[in-house]
Each structure stands twice: as structure tokens, then as C-alpha cells.
């Protein structure tokens, strides 16, 4: 069974910082790795959404990276500013089912600092 | 541009007590799903739908019941609520299954089952 896992549960930076979020999943025979960002009190929105066969994905100054192999997927984010701030969740999706089989991490709660 | 939306926002409920919880997307999404989001759970998938008048089961289905009448619309209902349905529930959408294209949320629904 798919598992997903985000390591730190929080994180604290300084405005301006550069840093990486990280995701780690079980199983390597993904379809593809979703990021999301969650703000206090609203749904998710779709940040990025790299296919297994793909390496890395970029938004901006979000870039996504890809490591079936490893079972890791990274999250950078250049440059933070304080509108970051917000939990980043990362989910694996499966083969299987007629609709896929999105399993979700616990999420990373990042906070930027003026 | 209302995307997905969810009503109500926030619900008060005594044990055994029934409700409805309405999606509604007006993106002509063939794909509709409900999710639980829990602290130090993530989401999980309750109920899906894959085009109207279909409704499959997900991860946590027990104790809910779900209907696609129309295509815009997708109800989760919970004919006993129990205090462990205390959760904030989010509907998403999508124009392909889950795994394999972008969700759409919408902001939830917070239930408290006393």
C-alpha cells in the first residue's frame, strides 16, 4: 500500500530564502506526483503535476523535481516571500481503479518571515 | 468564475442526526470526488463519481452515502452522523480521473458532530 511522506511537518524561514520541500512515497510504480498548496481555511490548489516519466516540473518560481528510483520528490521554492506561507502537500497517484488512486501526504506548513 | 463550490461552509450536528453536504461545479467535470481531511491524517477519499448517475466507493466510505444526479452536482450525506465524522470535508473535481489530471477543490465544508 501507498504511503506518502513529508518531512518537516513545519518549517520557518526568513523572506528572500531559498528552500526545498521534501516528499518521500513507498511505492515506485507511481502514475505521477502531485504538489498542492493548502492557505488556512480553503481547499487545495494544484501547484504542479509531474508524470513518472518525467524529471522535474516548473511554475514560476516553483520548480518540481522526480525520483522514482529513490521514491523522493522535492519541492523548491526560490526566492520565499510571506504570501508562501501556506501547508505545501504533496500526493502519489497509483495505477489501478477507474479513477486512480490519489494518496496524500500530511503536508508541510511553511512560514515565510518579513 | 465559482469553480467548485461547497454549501454549507460550517455545520453543527448532535449525534444521530442526518445531513446533506452539497457540491456544485460549473466546469462541466465528468470526475467529482469527497474527501475527509483530519489533523495528522491528510485526506482521504470517501466516495467518488465518474459521470453522472455513477458513484463508486473510496478510502473511509462507511457511514456515508453519495448521489450524482446531475453532472454538476455531487451530495455527500450522512444519515447518523457519529462524532468520529467530525472533519473538515472537501469536494474536488476534474475533467479526467484523479491520478492522472489536475483537481479543482473547493474551500470545504467544516462539520463538528457533538
Known amino acids: 500500500k501507498q504511503e506518502v511522506t513529508q518531512i518537516p511537518a513545519a518549517l520557518s524561514v526568513p523572506e528572500g530564502e531559498n528552500l526545498v520541500l521534501n516528499c518521500s512515497f513507498t511505492d515506485s510504480a507511481i502514475y505521477n506526483l502531485q504538489w498542492f498548496r493548502q492557505d488556512p481555511g480553503k481547499g487545495l490548489t494544484s501547484l504542479l503535476l509531474?508524470?513518472?516519466?518525467?524529471r522535474e516540473q516548473t511554475s514560476g518560481r516553483l520548480n518540481a523535481s522526480l525520483d522514482k528510483s529513490s521514491g523522493r520528490s522535492t519541492l523548491y521554492i526560490a526566492a520565499s516571500q510571506p504570501g508562501d506561507s501556506a501547508t505545501y502537500l504533496c500526493a502519489a497517484a497509483n495505477y489501478g481503479g477507474s479513477q486512480g488512486n490519489l494518496i496524500f501526504g500530511k503536508g508541510t506548513k511553511l512560514s515565510v518571515k518579513p | 468564475n465559482a469553480g467548485v463550490t461547497q454549501t454549507p461552509k460550517f455545520r453543527v450536528l448532535k449525534t444521530g442526526q442526518s445531513m446533506t453536504l452539497l457540491c456544485a461545479q460549473d466546469?462541466?467535470?465528468?470526475?467529482m470526488y469527497w474527501y475527509r481531511q483530519d489533523p495528522g491524517m491528510g485526506l482521504r477519499l470517501i466516495h467518488y463519481s465518474v459521470g453522472e448517475g455513477t458513484t463508486a466507493k473510496g478510502e473511509v466510505p462507511d457511514g456515508y452515502n453519495v448521489s450524482r444526479l446531475k453532472k454538476q452536482n455531487f451530495l455527500l450525506g450522512l444519515e447518523s452522523a457519529a462524532p468520529s465524522q467530525t472533519s473538515v470535508y472537501f469536494c474536488?473535481?476534474?475533467?479526467?480521473?484523479?491520478?492522472?489530471?489536475?483537481?479543482?477543490f473547493g474551500e470545504g465544508s467544516r462539520l463538528t458532530v457533538l
Open positions: 466546469m462541466n467535470h465528468e470526475y
Open positions: 509531474i508524470q513518472s516519466s518525467q
Open positions: 474536488a473535481s476534474s475533467t479526467r480521473p484523479s491520478g492522472t489530471g489536475e483537481l479543482f
